[in-house]
Protein backbone atom coordinates (compact mmCIF):
# COMPACT_ATOMS: atom_id res chain seq x y z
CA UNK A 1 0.00 0.00 0.00
CA UNK A 2 1.37 3.10 -0.76
CA UNK A 3 0.97 6.58 0.75
CA UNK A 4 -1.65 7.78 -1.70
CA UNK A 5 -4.24 4.96 -1.14
CA UNK A 6 -5.97 6.07 1.91
CA UNK A 7 -6.55 9.19 0.67
CA UNK A 8 -10.29 10.41 -0.06
CA UNK A 9 -11.78 9.86 -3.37
CA UNK A 10 -12.47 13.75 -4.90
CA UNK A 11 -14.50 13.49 -7.96
CA UNK A 12 -14.85 16.13 -10.65
CA UNK A 13 -18.98 16.29 -12.30
CA UNK A 14 -19.01 16.87 -15.85
CA UNK A 15 -21.75 19.41 -16.57
CA UNK A 16 -23.19 20.99 -19.66
CA UNK A 17 -22.32 19.70 -22.87
CA UNK A 18 -18.85 19.98 -23.18
CA UNK A 19 -18.21 18.92 -19.76
CA UNK A 20 -19.56 15.73 -20.72
CA UNK A 21 -17.95 15.74 -24.37
CA UNK A 22 -14.41 16.30 -23.09
CA UNK A 23 -14.74 14.38 -20.10
CA UNK A 24 -11.33 12.61 -19.65
CA UNK A 25 -9.92 13.94 -22.65
CA UNK A 26 -8.94 17.15 -20.90
CA UNK A 27 -5.44 17.44 -20.68
CA UNK A 28 -5.95 17.53 -16.74
CA UNK A 29 -5.81 13.13 -16.30
CA UNK A 30 -7.00 12.18 -13.21
CA UNK A 31 -4.64 11.33 -10.19
CA UNK A 32 -4.47 8.45 -8.00
CA UNK A 33 -7.72 9.51 -5.83
CA UNK A 34 -9.65 11.49 -8.43
CA UNK A 35 -12.87 10.38 -10.79
CA UNK A 36 -15.05 11.74 -13.09
CA UNK A 37 -18.91 12.04 -12.32
CA UNK A 38 -21.82 11.99 -15.31
CA UNK A 39 -25.10 11.92 -14.07
CA UNK A 40 -27.16 11.02 -15.67
CA UNK A 41 -25.31 8.34 -17.47
CA UNK A 42 -26.01 5.13 -19.14
CA UNK A 43 -23.11 4.39 -21.53
CA UNK A 44 -19.59 5.28 -21.74
CA UNK A 45 -17.36 5.39 -24.48
CA UNK A 46 -13.32 5.95 -24.22
CA UNK A 47 -12.92 6.97 -27.94
CA UNK A 48 -9.76 9.58 -28.34
CA UNK A 49 -8.47 8.43 -24.76
CA UNK A 50 -4.72 7.54 -24.80
CA UNK A 51 -5.25 5.23 -21.69
CA UNK A 52 -7.25 2.67 -20.01
CA UNK A 53 -10.13 3.79 -16.83
CA UNK A 54 -12.38 2.11 -14.43
CA UNK A 55 -16.23 2.90 -15.20
CA UNK A 56 -18.32 2.39 -12.01
CA UNK A 57 -22.50 2.61 -12.82
CA UNK A 58 -24.39 2.96 -9.98
CA UNK A 59 -28.37 2.88 -9.67
CA UNK A 60 -30.24 5.97 -7.73
CA UNK A 61 -29.70 4.68 -4.61
CA UNK A 62 -26.24 4.44 -4.80
CA UNK A 63 -25.68 0.54 -5.44
CA UNK A 64 -23.00 -0.93 -8.14
CA UNK A 65 -24.94 -2.06 -10.50
CA UNK A 66 -21.60 -2.68 -12.85
CA UNK A 67 -17.69 -2.49 -12.56
CA UNK A 68 -15.55 -2.63 -15.55
CA UNK A 69 -12.32 -2.27 -15.10
CA UNK A 70 -9.59 -1.15 -17.07
CA UNK A 71 -11.60 -0.16 -20.10
CA UNK A 72 -9.49 -0.17 -22.96
CA UNK A 73 -9.26 3.19 -25.19
CA UNK A 74 -11.80 2.70 -28.12
CA UNK A 75 -14.54 0.79 -26.37
CA UNK A 76 -17.36 1.14 -24.81
CA UNK A 77 -19.26 0.18 -21.63
CA UNK A 78 -23.02 0.39 -21.21
CA UNK A 79 -25.81 -0.13 -18.22
CA UNK A 80 -29.06 0.89 -19.03
CA UNK A 81 -30.46 0.54 -15.36
CA UNK A 82 -27.55 3.17 -14.21
CA UNK A 83 -28.24 6.56 -13.11
CA UNK A 84 -24.63 7.45 -12.74
CA UNK A 85 -21.73 6.66 -13.74
CA UNK A 86 -17.89 7.64 -12.17
CA UNK A 87 -14.61 7.01 -14.17
CA UNK A 88 -11.79 6.27 -12.25
CA UNK A 89 -7.99 5.84 -13.19
CA UNK A 90 -6.96 2.37 -14.24
CA UNK A 91 -6.76 -0.59 -11.71
CA UNK A 92 -8.87 2.20 -8.38
CA UNK A 93 -11.35 -0.34 -7.99
CA UNK A 94 -8.80 -3.89 -8.15
CA UNK A 95 -7.02 -1.36 -5.74
CA UNK A 96 -9.14 -0.18 -3.00
CA UNK A 97 -12.05 -3.25 -2.33
CA UNK A 98 -14.23 -0.78 -0.45
CA UNK A 99 -14.48 1.57 -3.70
CA UNK A 100 -18.28 1.60 -3.41
CA UNK A 101 -17.63 2.94 -0.12
CA UNK A 102 -15.52 5.39 -1.18
CA UNK A 103 -17.66 6.94 -3.81
CA UNK A 104 -20.89 7.05 -2.32
CA UNK A 105 -18.89 8.99 0.06
CA UNK A 106 -17.19 11.44 -2.42
CA UNK A 107 -20.98 11.51 -3.60
CA UNK A 108 -21.38 12.88 -0.62
CA UNK A 109 -19.14 15.55 0.06
CA UNK A 110 -20.32 17.33 -3.90
CA UNK A 111 -19.33 20.57 -3.65
CA UNK A 112 -22.06 23.46 -3.93
CA UNK A 113 -23.18 23.94 -7.42
CA UNK A 114 -22.62 20.86 -8.93
CA UNK A 115 -26.55 19.58 -9.18
CA UNK A 116 -27.88 17.88 -6.12
CA UNK A 117 -29.77 14.77 -7.43
CA UNK A 118 -28.00 11.97 -6.63
CA UNK A 119 -29.72 11.20 -2.74
CA UNK A 120 -29.15 7.77 -1.50
CA UNK A 121 -30.72 5.96 1.40
CA UNK A 122 -29.18 5.39 4.37
CA UNK A 123 -31.48 2.67 5.32
CA UNK A 124 -30.40 0.63 2.04
CA UNK A 125 -27.56 -1.67 3.29
CA UNK A 126 -26.69 -3.63 -0.08
CA UNK A 127 -25.14 -0.72 -1.53
CA UNK A 128 -21.83 -2.58 -1.18
CA UNK A 129 -22.57 -5.24 -3.25
CA UNK A 130 -23.36 -5.35 -6.61
CA UNK A 131 -27.00 -5.58 -7.85
CA UNK A 132 -28.19 -9.58 -8.77
CA UNK A 133 -29.90 -9.48 -11.85
CA UNK A 134 -33.59 -11.43 -11.61
CA UNK A 135 -34.82 -13.20 -14.01
CA UNK A 136 -37.75 -11.89 -15.90
CA UNK A 137 -36.67 -8.28 -14.74
CA UNK A 138 -36.95 -5.26 -17.11
CA UNK A 139 -33.76 -2.96 -17.79
CA UNK A 140 -35.35 1.04 -17.33
Do not use: N
Amino acid sequence: MTAGDDSALTLRYAQGFRGRLLGLLAPDALGGAQGLCLQPCRAVHTLGMRRAIDVVFLDRHGRVLRCVERLRPGRAAFCWRAALAVELPAGYCRRHGDYPARIRAALRRRPAGTGGRTRFRRRDKSCCRESPRTPGSKAS
